[in-house]
């Protein structure tokens, strides 16, 4: 992910860039007007400083586009990961969740003949710690689900 260091140093760079383009610009077209020539030579000048200032812009503009196109990959692919290792989570609590089921309604049989006050009381036990997880997982998946849609949303 990229930190707001970063961000901040793009930022920068970006207005350093920006400023540099306006105030060549500026400072190009104020000494071709005050120059001493004659009309036909400094309309001569604007126009190769307008296609100067175009080119530098058209390069402008293409460098910070494919600066947004990787930066829009990069969190493009970090979330893909983030989504993949929450669900590989959920599938691992949930079969754990059935193991202990499993687990708990065996000694459940087990323990009925020792006492059905400890088996009820244990098998109770179980459910509401499955019930726990899946309040989790489900917690996990719609904060997952929230992430995903404010990323799509600020593209």
Do not use: C, H, W, Y
Request: no cysteine.
């Amino acid at each position: 992910m990229v930190n707001r260091n970063e961000e901040s140093s793009e930022m920068n760079t970006k207005d350093f860039l920006i400023g540099t383009l306006l105030g060549g610009i500026v400072g190009a077209s104020t000494a071709l007007l005050l120059a001493p020539k004659s009309g036909k030579e400094l309309r001569g000048e604007i126009n190769e400083g307008a296609k100067l200032a175009k080119e530098k812009t058209t390069e402008f503009a293409s460098t910070a586009k494919e600066s947004t196109s990787n930066f829009a990959q990069t969190v493009s692919e970090q979330s893909n990961t983030l989504v993949e290792r929450v669900k590989e989570l959920t599938r691992a609590v949930r079969k754990d969740v059935e193991e202990l089921t499993e687990s708990a309604e065996s000694l459940t049989n087990d323990l009925q003949g020792a006492g059905e006050e400890i088996a009820a009381s244990v098998k109770k036990e179980v459910e509401e710690l499955q019930r726990s997880v899946e309040e989790l997982v489900r917690e996990v998946e719609e904060k997952e689900k929230q992430k995903i849609n404010s990323e799509s949303d600020n593209k």
